[in-house]
C-alpha cells in the first residue's frame, strides 16, 4: 500500500513539474511552433493554424493573434485567457507572467487573466524617432 501511495505522489509531482517548465524558445518553422525550454527540450508542438500568429512570449506564457482575437497560452500551449484587440489595444511586450497593450495614449499593464494591473498615460516619444534617424547632418 505504501509503494502504491509513494507512486501517486511521484506522478502527481512530476505532473505538477511538468507544468512549471519555462519556455526559452519558441521556433517557427512555417506552420508549426515548436516550444522548448530552459533544457533544450521541446514542451509542445502547436499549429500556427490554431493559435494565430506568434506576438511574443517570456519564460511562463505564450501570446498569440488570430484576426482580431489575443489568446495567452501557457507553457505547455493551453489557452488561459482571450480578449479582442478592440479591448486590448496592441500588445507591445511580453514578461514574465504579464504583458503591455498600447491604446491609443494609455498603455496598460494586464496578468496572463487578462486582468489589468496598471495603467498609465504613453509617452509621447514612444518608439523610434524620425528626427534622431536623419541620416543628413543637416537636418
Known amino acids: 500500500m505504501k509503494k502504491v501511495l509513494l507512486f501517486i505522489l511521484l506522478l502527481v509531482s512530476l505532473s505538477a513539474a511538468a507544468q512549471q517548465r519555462q519556455i526559452s524558445y519558441i521556433d517557427n ?5 515548436h516550444v522548448y525550454d530552459t533544457d533544450g527540450k521541446k514542451i509542445t508542438t502547436l499549429s500556427k493554424h490554431s493559435v494565430g500568429e506568434l506576438v511574443g ?11 482580431v482575437w489575443y489568446k495567452i497560452l501557457d507553457s505547455q500551449g493551453r489557452n488561459i485567457s482571450t480578449m479582442s484587440e478592440h479591448t486590448l489595444g496592441t500588445v507591445i511586450s511580453v514578461s514574465g507572467s504579464t504583458f503591455t497593450c498600447r491604446s491609443g495614449n494609455w498603455l496598460t499593464i494586464r ?11 504613453a509617452n509621447r516619444h ?7 534617424a536623419s541620416p543628413n547632418p543637416t537636418d
Open 29 to 33: 518553422d512555417g506552420r508549426w511552433y
Open 57 to 67: 512570449w517570456s519564460a511562463e506564457i505564450i501570446v498569440t493573434k488570430s484576426g
Open 111 to 121: 496578468d496572463k487573466n487578462c486582468k489589468v494591473i496598471s495603467t498609465r498615460a
Open 126 to 132: 514612444f518608439g523610434p524617432s524620425l528626427r534622431t
